[in-house]
């Protein structure tokens, strides 16, 4: 049995600025995965590509990651368009890849799960109520609030979301995915909202300002730290993620974990591409309490 398992896409994502147009691979699962995978576990990614995308995993598995490939015509293909105002990003969805199905995974099993959907279909709810039935399930929402019409991603609510949260042990949102599915922009109601929901752990991301999780009706504070510089914010969320959950699966309490996760954000952040490092350079900067805002 694996600690942990992910389950999500790696995509092939266009970048476009004025200065140039740039390819290279995301999704959850990636960063996830390249920030997991010397922490120790005993780890396992289920992703789907196409065949012209496999170099994106022969990378991975040169890293001894332990990979399952799933058949798909194409590979998910974002294209992220920046203006001279980096903040309007336009985002379209070129291709999009087969969907998971429980019978391509019920010979896998984890401790918890990692649902990193990138769009709504990526993964149906029978999936998420048959992986709950026997493990823990964490879910980085993002990919349920995307609706493509016509190439173009717009925002939607989560129509099956009271339906499905209460199979989620652990929910990643962001401050606007959180309003998205509550309606509040207060991050203690609507945490508790999503606690009222079904779900167990709830951990609501800040960017620069932390992070908050609501756990057994207790909020934990989570600071973020100080990065010597800002380099390359993608992919943060999941390697926060990957933090939190290596640290809470052998037994780190929330505060610690939080933590933790918000230190490998940190690090991430000061680097162009993936976090693939270890938990000694973590740990390191943690004992460096003063440099946190």
């Not at 995509?11 to 691979?25: G, I, P, R």
């Not at 009271?162 to 959180?178: D, G, Q, R, S």
Request: charged share 20%; proline share 4%.
């Amino acid at each position: 049995m694996y600690d942990i398992c992910c389950i999500g896409h790696i995509t092939l994502d266009k970048v476009v600025t004025a200065q140039k147009e740039v390819y290279m691979a995301g999704g959850t699962s990636f960063y996830f995965s390249n920030a997991i995978q010397n922490m120790g576990l005993r780890y396992h990614l289920v992703t789907a590509l196409a065949e012209t995308e496999m170099h994106f995993v022969q990378a991975l598995q040169a890293q001894r990651v332990d990979v399952t490939v799933l058949p798909s015509r194409y590979t998910v293909n974002f294209e992220n368009i920046y203006p001279e105002n980096q903040d309007h990003r336009v985002q379209r969805v070129l291709q999009k890849a087969e969907p998971f199905q429980y019978e391509q995974l019920k010979e896998i099993d984890a401790k918890i799960f990692h649902l990193g959907p990138l769009l709504a279909d990526d993964i149906p709810a029978e999936l998420i109520q048959a992986l709950a039935s026997k493990s823990l399930v964490s879910l980085d929402v993002q990919g349920y609030l995307r609706e493509v019409i016509n190439e173009n991603v717009y925002p939607i609510d989560w129509p099956q979301k009271k339906a499905l949260l209460p199979n989620i042990a652990i929910l990643k949102a962001n401050e606007n995915e959180m309003e998205m599915l509550t309606g509040q922009t207060d991050i203690y109601e609507g945490a508790k909202i999503l606690a009222d929901w079904g779900v167990k752990e709830v951990v609501i991301t800040l960017g620069s300002k932390g992070s908050v999780i609501l756990y057994e009706n207790i909020f934990y504070l989570i600071p973020a730290f100080v990065p010597n510089a800002v380099i390359d914010a993608t992919g943060c969320g999941d390697t926060y993620m990957a933090g939190y959950l290596s640290r809470r699966i052998i037994g780190e309490g929330v505060q610690q974990a939080g933590e933790f996760a918000a230190a490998m954000a940190t690090l991430k952040i000061q680097v162009s591409g993936p976090f693939t490092g270890g938990s000694d350079e973590i740990l390191s900067l943690l004992v460096k309490k003063n440099t946190r805002i």
